[in-house]
Structure formats: C-alpha cells, structure tokens
C-alpha cells in the first residue's frame, strides 16, 4: 500500500511540476496553426502570415469555452483577427508576440505535441516563443536577425 502511494504521489507531483497533463485535440491543432504563422513571420512573408494567422482564428474560433477561458479565447481571437486582416508584418508581429505569451501559457497546462516543444527567447524583441525546433528561427526579426534568440526550456 505505501508503495503504491508513492507511485501516486510521485506522478501528482511530477505532473504539477512539468504541467501538460492534458491532451486536447484543438488544443494541439491551435498550436499547428501557430507554428505556420511562427514560420511565416520567420520568412518575413506578410501575405502568408496573415492566411495562417485565418487559419489559427478558425480553429480557436472552434474551442469550447470549457477547455480555455472566455477571457483567453476572446483575447487569442482578437490578435488573430488583426493579424489575418493587416499586409503589415511590423503589425503581425508585434500580435504574434500576444499570441505567443498566451500560447506559453496554454503549454504549461496541455500537452501541445507528441515531440518536445522548445520556448525560445530574442533579447533584441524581449518576447518569447514556442517551436518545434531548438535551431533558433527568430519570428520577430526574419532575415534581419533570423538567428538571434537561444532556447530557454525544453518542453516535453
């Protein structure tokens, strides 16, 4: 018995301390979608930016109320909107950098993908983001400084 206890107390507290402990489809979606608009940014294209930045504003359109606040959701579809409506990639990113503080936030409570995710970090924008890769591809400067960040933490 006081074994099995320390098994449960031990998986409580791991899930606690590395977050993640839920999966969620529209969850894992959402952060699909912010990826393609991450590279997007990252290529300095406006254009496809914007068609990705429609694509996330469908499917967080789509997210129940019960899986992230109305607060959350109102918030992630505004930035998303003025993204998916600008041609200005100065305006993009300066969202992008909304969308990604709250995207941070949602990978501490969900599991986001199968592979470790990797929060990133440029001091020159002092904004974070999340992505698939630890090679830095900086969103917030694209060409100009597309190296510029380092890994903070590895997500799993």
């Avoid at 006081?2 to 507290?13: E, G, I």
């Avoid at 839920?22 to 699909?32: D, W």
């Avoid at 129940?64 to 959350?72: C, F, G, Q, Y």
């Amino acid at each position: 018995m006081r074994n099995k206890f320390s098994v449960l107390t031990l998986a409580l507290c791991s899930s606690l301390f590395f977050g993640q402990t839920k999966k969620n489809a529209e969850i894992s979606e959402l952060y699909q979608n912010y990826i393609a608009i991450k590279n997007n940014l990252s290529s300095d294209n406006a254009v496809k930016t914007a068609i990705s930045s429609s694509e996330f504003l469908k499917t967080v359109s789509a997210i129940d109320k019960n899986t992230l606040s109305a607060a959350s959701l109102s918030q992630l579809k505004e930035n998303a909107k003025s993204m998916s409506t600008s041609k200005d990639i100065k305006v993009q990113r300066a969202k992008f950098e909304s969308i990604s503080n709250q995207m941070i936030g949602i990978a501490k409570k969900y599991k986001l993908a199968d592979k470790p995710i990797y929060l990133q970090f440029c001091p020159m924008a002092d904004a974070g983001w999340l992505s698939n890769e630890s090679t830095i591809v900086n969103p917030y400067y694209g060409s100009s400084m597309l190296n510029c960040g380092k890994v903070q933490k590895e997500i799993k």
